[in-house]
């Protein structure tokens, strides 16, 4: 009996060149319901395991995860997209709330702009490549290279989604507007993001060049977010100018 996957010839449960099952069900409900509760299964035990980790030791989490200690971690990105996801469900269902107690928030004709302000979490994940860069700037030969600095920007969308997921009914039950709620969340994520940083540095340099170093890499990376967003301003007025 030949593996359905690569074709290698089976000698036990399990295929010694591609590591898949020997036992292959027909896809039918039954195996989508499954497969689909193993989904579910992993992101609550890695997911869960994560954010815990993320939310009571933000640095000493994300210093092991670059160093190698991923085994038990659900994978960041992933993870993102699915506190993102969360967060737009209970900005959505908050929306409805406000709505009812006369307040306009009303979702117009640019209600992709909209959705992207009213979540901390879905900007971080827009700006986090440029957040980045700015960041690599002044750390590019040092413990840092740009992708892990890529994924402590994930690592902090993270908290922001999860901090405005757990602050946000709370928040406006007290009656605040979400543009509040979001500014103020939005606020909270760059301290946290600064806060991480001047950590992460401070285990190769001093605790006073890590806060500059790190103040240089957040004007840095804001510049070219500005730059950025100038350029793509600037299109979108030619496009419908030509148009």
């Not at 971080?124 to 980045?132: G, K, T």
Request: with cysteine; aromatic share 10%.
């Amino acid at each position: 009996m030949n593996c359905k996957n690569c074709d290698t010839e089976l000698e036990g449960k399990f295929c010694h060149n591609c590591g898949q099952s020997s036992k292959i069900e027909r896809l039918n409900v039954v195996s989508a319901l499954k497969d689909f509760a193993k989904t579910i299964l992993h992101i609550e035990r890695g997911g869960a395991y994560s954010i815990s980790k993320l939310m009571t030791a933000p640095v000493k989490t994300i210093e092991l995860y670059l160093k190698g200690g991923r085994v038990r971690h659900y994978r960041p990105l992933s993870l993102l997209i699915w506190v993102s996801a969360m967060n737009l469900l209970v900005q959505q269902y908050l929306s409805k709330y406000n709505n009812t107690n006369g307040l306009d928030i009303t979702v117009e004709s640019n209600s992709v702009v909209n959705v992207i302000f009213e979540s901390p979490a879905l900007m971080f994940m827009i700006a986090l490549p440029f957040l980045a860069l700015g960041f690599h700037i002044w750390i590019k030969k040092k413990n840092i290279n740009y992708s892990e600095h890529i994924f402590i920007q994930i690592f902090t969308a993270i908290i922001s989604g999860v901090v405005q997921i757990i602050l946000s009914p709370i928040l406006t039950i007290c009656g605040m507007s979400i543009e509040y709620i979001t500014v103020t969340i939005f606020f909270t994520g760059i301290l946290v993001n600064f806060a991480i940083y001047v950590g992460l540095y401070s285990s190769f340099m001093s605790t006073g060049k890590a806060l500059l170093i790190t103040l240089a890499s957040y004007i840095s990376a804001f510049l070219i977010l500005m730059i950025i967003s100038t350029i793509v301003t600037l299109l979108l007025l030619q496009i419908q100018v030509s148009s």
